[in-house]
């Protein structure tokens, strides 16, 4: 049996969880799921969105991303219609 990998994510993952990058640096919390990306709620920054494809592990009330906080521009996308 195959899995997409979005609603696996979506599923298991709730609003709130905490996202940190590789290093250790904490971005923020997942705020929303739309399609295969998620939006980072930033405190006192602007959110943005990231795929899910970016989520390395996901444990507890943490998730952790595939890349280092210095290379987060690389990874940010616009927001994704509805699935």
């Known amino acids: ?7 696996v994510m979506t599923r298991d993952v709730p609003i709130g969880t905490d996202v940190y990058t590789t290093d250790g640096d904490k971005l923020g ?8 990306a998620f939006r980072v709620d930033v405190a006192m920054k602007p959110d943005y969105w990231l795929p899910l494809s970016a989520i390395s ?8 991303l595939t890349f280092h906080k210095d290379h987060l521009g690389d990874y940010k996308m616009d927001e994704p219609r509805a699935a």
């Open 1 to 7: 049996m195959t899995y997409d990998r979005s609603t």
């Open 29 to 36: 919390q997942i705020a929303e799921f739309k399609g295969s």
């Open 57 to 64: 592990t996901s444990t507890g009330n943490r998730v952790t």
